[in-house]
């Protein structure tokens, strides 16, 4: 078997072995690794060659080889950072993300209205009052009851986007009349107010106050009671009964004629305030037919986003 030649690097000393040279037979159709030969130290040339060993030499001679594969060498330093290359093309555009938090915006209703869930609510802060009771009406010298406060409740409700809220606010009651020399008329009752979730149902239900009493040709009227009446669909944050209306004092006697009667009772709650009943009407000291006060209206706030 025939190889050809390679350079050697022996002690330093640089050995150029030209050609081709004889390999032994005995080491012939083994796969080659490396070669090992016998190097005359004198006259520089190789004898013995083998294939995959280094022959033992005389003293005269130095074993040697090449193509000898050796352990793995320590991994060199890293190169240079290679230059930027160029920008790729912009990606396709993604799914637009989820709505964010609704802004709270508030709602306020006097009378009946509607309320629509916009996207992105889903629970709704709900205040309700419900109409004040009107005053009763007096006759001659005996003044009459005043209206009682409508309840209010706060309430905390869950709502789905598209839903409509229908809201009907409690009137106020009407002040009862005054009829001179004969038994007046009480007042009316307050509205009740309801917030009404088109999917959900009743969200909230507040009553009115009740009417003062209508005072009598004997005796003063006594005031309305202020509702306790409520209920809710949902978180329950705050509820207040309505305060009752005051009554009328004094027994309806005249200091003189044309004199002022007894004082009609105030109206529950805070005067001329959503939801406050009427005051009931004073007495005179001559016939007269003066009513009560109408009850003020209720009304309901819609907090959304909340």
């Known amino acids: 078997m025939k190889v050809h030649t390679k350079i050697l690097s022996i002690a330093g000393t640089v050995v150029l072995v030209g050609g081709t040279i004889a390999i032994s037979s005995a080491s012939a159709g083994t796969p080659p690794l490396f070669y090992g030969a016998c190097l005359n130290i004198q006259t520089h040339t190789l004898s013995d060659f083998r294939i995959n060993y280094v022959p033992a030499c005389p003293t005269t001679m130095r074993s040697v080889s090449w193509n000898y594969k050796g352990a793995r060498g320590a991994v060199g330093p890293a190169g240079h950072r290679g230059k930027t290359g160029p920008r790729g093309r912009t990606g396709a555009t993604g799914q637009p993300g989820a709505a964010g938090p609704a802004t709270p915006m508030t709602h306020f209703f006097s009378t009946t209205g509607t309320y629509v869930v916009p996207a992105g609510v ?29 309840a209010s409740v706060t309430v905390l409700s869950t709502v789905s986007t598209g839903d409509v809220l ?12 005054g009829i001179a020399g004969v038994s007046a008329a009480a007042g009316s009752s307050g509205g009740t107010t309801i917030v009404t ?9 507040v009553g009115g106050g009740a009417g ?10 006594a005031g309305g009671y202020g509702s306790s009446t409520y209920s809710v669909l949902g978180l329950l944050i705050s509820r207040a009964n309505g305060s009752n209306g005051a009554s009328s004092t004094g027994g309806g006697k005249c200091a003189s004629s044309g004199g002022s009667g007894d004082k009609g009772g105030a109206g529950g709650g805070v ?19 003066a009513p009560g006060a109408n009850g003020s ?8 986003g909340s």
């Open 271 to 289: 005067s001329s305030t959503a939801g406050a009943g009427g005051a009931g009407s004073s007495g005179k000291c001559t016939a007269s037919t």
């Open 197 to 205: 979730d088109s999917t959900r149902g009743t969200l909230a239900t």
């Open 122 to 150: 889903t629970t709704v802060k709900i205040t309700a009052v419900g109409g004040g009771g009107g005053g009763g009406g007096e006759v001659n010298a005996f003044g009459a009851g005043g209206g009682g406060q409508g």
């Open 166 to 177: 229908s809201v009907s606010v409690g009137a106020g009651g009407l002040g009862g009349s």
């Open 297 to 304: 209206g209720g009304y309901v706030e819609i907090i959304s």
């Open 212 to 221: 003062g009493h209508q005072a009598t040709t004997t005796a003063d009227g």
